[in-house]
């Protein structure tokens, strides 16, 4: 500015635009636009998001109708962000033509480096997308998992939100489970249906046929080497289930090696003294 402008501006224009203004027009420099950082992109931001978030987000029935994800959070947090396969019976959308996935794409999002691989009685192929993979066939078909497990290879999470009925539970449970990478989970979901004859269950409680019945023998077969007849064998599950959460409607088995040791001999000496 020359300086009788200067003066005229000094005197009358500053006192009207206030120090900050005047600073900015006195130097071009810092009329220029701030740079703000780069917005997160979509997957960035699911990615950030907590599992709760992410079910709401995709409107899955796992947060809402039941309250599932702060278990899931609970116990899948460990695998956030490995390269994991995950695969889950049972895809959903079964009102209209063209629905279903939305589970899938909550896992894909929770498990950053993931692979999610869904399978479902119907043709589900239109949520295939990057690291999503469907396959039709029943969960109880033998053939139909193995050719998943030939394709895509060792499982570390299986998640059950198939049929809910107790037979194809337990078939889906019998072939997969010893498949399962050593440190993997196994959850089975609505375990409600095992107590309601109409969806496969059984309202008798001693029924050994039921979904729950196979629960509950999971969490004896943990405590196998306490059993005092010296003539039973352990089974698979015995030797690979290290624990058993069960939450309301829910259940989530821990794989691992079961093999601990006892000290009962030590303790009931009467009773091996006799042998």
């Known amino acids: 500015m020359r300086q009788p402008a200067k003066s005229f501006a000094v005197k009358w224009i500053k006192p009207l635009v206030g120090d900050t203004v005047w600073a900015r027009l006195r130097d071009p420099l810092k009329r220029r636009p701030q740079k703000h950082p780069p917005r997160p992109s979509r997957a960035d931001r699911l990615g950030a998001m907590d599992l709760t978030q992410l079910a709401t987000h995709f409107k899955t029935d796992k947060w809402g109708t039941h309250r599932y994800t702060p278990h899931y959070e609970r116990h899948f947090a460990p695998f956030r962000d490995k390269p994991i396969t995950v695969l889950e019976i049972g895809i959903g959308g079964y009102a209209r033509a063209g629905r279903g996935g939305k589970s899938l ?152 090696d079961n093999r601990e040791g006892t000290h009962r001999r030590a303790i009931l000496k009467s009773r091996y003294a006799e042998q």
């Not at 499982?155 to 498949?179: K, M, N, Q």
């Not at 959850?187 to 509950?216: C, F, H, N």
């Open 105 to 256: 794409r909550m896992w894909k999002h929770f498990f950053r480096n993931g692979q999610v691989v869904g399978l479902d009685i119907e043709d589900k192929s239109f949520v295939d997308a990057k690291r999503i993979t469907t396959y039709q066939g029943s969960q109880a078909d033998p053939a139909v998992l193995r050719r998943i497990l030939d394709e895509v290879g060792e499982l570390t999470i299986v998640v059950d939100d198939g049929s809910h009925r107790s037979d194809h539970i337990r078939a889906s449970f019998a072939y997969l489970f010893p498949r399962l990478a050593n440190g993997g989970l196994y959850a089975i979901e609505d375990t409600q249906t095992s107590y309601w004859p109409e969806r496969g269950g059984s309202d008798d409680l001693g029924d050994p046929t039921t979904t729950m019945a196979l629960v509950k023998s999971l969490v004896d077969g943990l405590n196998y080497e306490e059993f005092v007849d010296e003539s039973y064998e352990p089974t698979y599950t015995d030797l690979h289930v290290v624990a058993v959460h069960c939450y309301h409607n829910l259940v989530i088995i821990e794989k691992g």
